[in-house]
C-alpha cells in the first residue's frame, strides 16, 4: 500500500508492507505486522523490499536497526503523519 501525504508542504510517499512475525515458531499464535518507508520522491511501481535493491525508502526502525512493527497499515500511516515533520527537519 502507498499512501501521498503533505508534509509542511512537501509530498511525501509511505509504503506499507505486511510482515509475517511468527518466524516458525509452532508455540506462538500467528501473527501479521507490517512494516512502512518513507520516500521523498514518488517510488516506483515495483520497488519492493522483497527485491533486492528495489527498497521503496527509508525504513521506519525502531530506535535500532529493526524494523518498526505496526498493527495496522492505518497505525503505520499515524506514526509517519506524527514522525515525519521531525525527520524532515534533521
Known amino acids: 500500500m502507498t499512501e501521498k501525504l503533505t ?8 509504503i506499507v508492507e505486511a510482515l509475517d512475525a511468527q518466524h516458525g515458531n509452532p508455540d ?11 520516500n521523498m520522491q514518488e517510488p ?3 520497488a519492493s523490499s522483497h527485491e533486492p535493491g528495489k527498497m521503496p525508502g ?17 497505525e503505520a500511516i499515524e506514526y509517519a503523519t506524527e514522525k515525519l515533520p521531525e525527520i524532515m527537519e534533521l
Do not use: H, M
Open 58 to 74: 527509508k525504513l521506519f526502525t525502531d530506535g535500532g536497526d529493526s524494523p518498526k512493527r505496526f498493527l495496522s497499515p492505518v
Open 7 to 14: 508534509i509542511n508542504g512537501q509530498s511525501v510517499w509511505v
Open 28 to 38: 506462538i499464535i500467528p501473527a501479521e505486522y507490517f512494516i512502512a518507508y518513507y
Open 44 to 46: 516506483p511501481v515495483a
